[in-house]
């Protein structure tokens, strides 16, 4: 059996609910309930917070969690980051008032600093030989400075609207985060086959989320300059169609180059191009 974290609600839980799910993981009515047993797979489902999650992990109460890079860093947990997941996207920046004259870090000596994230501010503030005096405070803290609690925040941003409402400009980048899948050290040798075909369903899916499946049809004497502007996994399947002089071309293509290809191929004559979502991409 594996015990996998995830969090309870908040910005991680949809997106892992649905890894999970295009891992082939069926997870019944997960909203509301602490744990959830999986019905076709040998694990269980934690709902937890989001700070709880590496101590959880760290005790081996789990042995595997999807969590943000951010946390595990704030809490120093002795925990195992296995895979970066390309979701939840932010970085921690410490952000000044519009009014404030900010010219570098040392700007902020003897400053009051707005937190939730002191461990790993403090970390930073020491690298740079800056003392300031740390205010921890568990949520809202782009208001601190308005209504006169700190001078400077230090706080998650991933668009920036947030600081720019309240008259915030983000001054440092202390740390880049996504969500991760992290795993409790034991666990790895203990559990290691069922962490791998994990890691190994998870890979998939992400490769597949990467890509697309197209096929088109294409006169056959273009197939050749059609193969060579397809950045393909392999060789391209090609079939004949019923019609003479024509074949239908299939391939997987990565989403970065999806639309110059497209493009490309057109001009060389290719018709009826389908694109089709991947749901596995097993190599
Ligand atoms: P808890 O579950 O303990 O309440 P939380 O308050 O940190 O945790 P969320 O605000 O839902 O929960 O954030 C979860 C994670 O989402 C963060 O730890 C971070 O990794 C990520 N995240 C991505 N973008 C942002 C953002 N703009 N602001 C805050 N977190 C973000
Ligand atoms: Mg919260």
Redesign the pocket.
Known sequence: MIKIAI???????DDSVDLLKKCGLKIDNAKGQLKAKIKNYDAEVFF??????PQYLEDGVVDLAI?????VEEKQSKVTNLLKLGF???RLSIATPKSLVYDDITDLEGCKIAT?YPNTLNKFLKEKGVNADLHII??SVEIAPSIGLADAVC?????GS?LFKNGLVEQEIILN???VIAANGKSLTTKSEQIEEILFRVNAVLKAEENRYILFNIPDDKIEVVSSILPVLKSPTVLPLLEEGWSSMHTVINQVDFWSVISKIKKEGAEGILVLPIENIIL
């Not at 969590?67 to 946390?71: L, Y």
């Not at 706080?155 to 668009?159: C, N, P």
């Open positions: 969090q309870k609600s908040g910005r991680l839980y937890l917070r989001n700070s709880d999650i969590i943000g890079e951010n946390v939840s996207n932010c939730s568990s949520g706080d998650l941003v991933s668009s947030t985060s996504e969500a």
